[in-house]
């Protein structure tokens, strides 16, 4: 059965692009390529949070218009099974955290624009982080919802900010977003960190076999030589 909404628009199309060419320099894509895949690691075992990128987010029914593509998403409560757009009206769950990664096109709607229109919808949480560290003053900014407004979140003396929403801590390195859990102080991995620390797990384990080999033989040697002992004794 059509819902009351599609009832009411039956027509209207809500595009899963948005026409524009993706225009952003290498520091812009890897930030939020790594951001997007160490999020998606972090909460991959719980199945009520979503996380995507470049999504198309509409939130108004009825106004194709009224849509953003955050560079980061994150909602709470909902399935994190793949969409090609989120609808708000459908899944019925504001996404808790957005990130931007501001450039040179999108740092004055960032802080404007989006600004208002995620305060309006009652983000929790909204962050700004400039990996070139030339259109943010700082480069990394965090705006917290308080009874319905936006408030800016002050940085730690090394220039950290927390998220209480996500239980991160967000970490400017050079031109990269890292994250640490705020629960145990480990640092998030790339993909890449995690190849390699598996790499390293295989390679120690390999040593410890070889050691645990060599002294299995220096055993059997003694073990040997002190049967050759009793015999030559007796």
Not at 217 to 229: F, N
Request: hydrophobic share 40%; aromatic share 8%.
């Amino acid at each position: 059965m059509a819902s009351l909404v599609e009832l009411a628009f039956p027509e209207i199309e809500y595009p899963e692009a948005d026409g524009q060419p993706i225009g952003e320099t290498d520091f812009h894509i890897t930030a939020t390529l790594l951001l997007l895949q160490m999020l998606r690691d972090h909460f991959e075992n719980n199945p009520q949070v979503y996380v995507a990128s470049d999504l198309m987010f509409y939130y108004e029914p009825g106004n194709p218009r009224a849509v953003k593509a955050p560079d980061i998403l994150v909602v709470k409560g909902v399935g994190k099974h793949k969409r090609r757009v989120y609808k708000l009206w459908e899944e019925s769950a504001i996404p808790c955290t957005i990130f931007e990664i501001t450039s040179k096109q999108t740092a004055q709607a960032d802080l404007t624009v989006k600004y208002q229109l995620y305060e309006r919808l009652g983000v929790k949480e909204y962050f700004l982080f400039d990996p070139l560290d030339e259109y943010l003053q700082p480069r990394l900014q965090g705006f917290i919802l308080v009874q319905g407004r936006y408030q800016a979140l002050p940085l730690s003396a090394e220039d950290e900010l927390v998220s209480r929403e996500l239980g991160l801590i967000l970490r400017p390195q050079r031109d990269l977003l890292r994250l640490v859990d705020s629960y145990t102080g480990q640092r998030l991995a790339t993909s890449h960190e995690s190849v390699r620390r598996a790499e390293l797990a295989e390679q120690q384990a390999h040593v410890e076999t070889q050691r645990a080999n060599v002294a299995e033989a220096k055993i059997i040697e003694l073990q040997q030589e002190l049967e050759r002992l009793r015999w030559k004794k007796n």
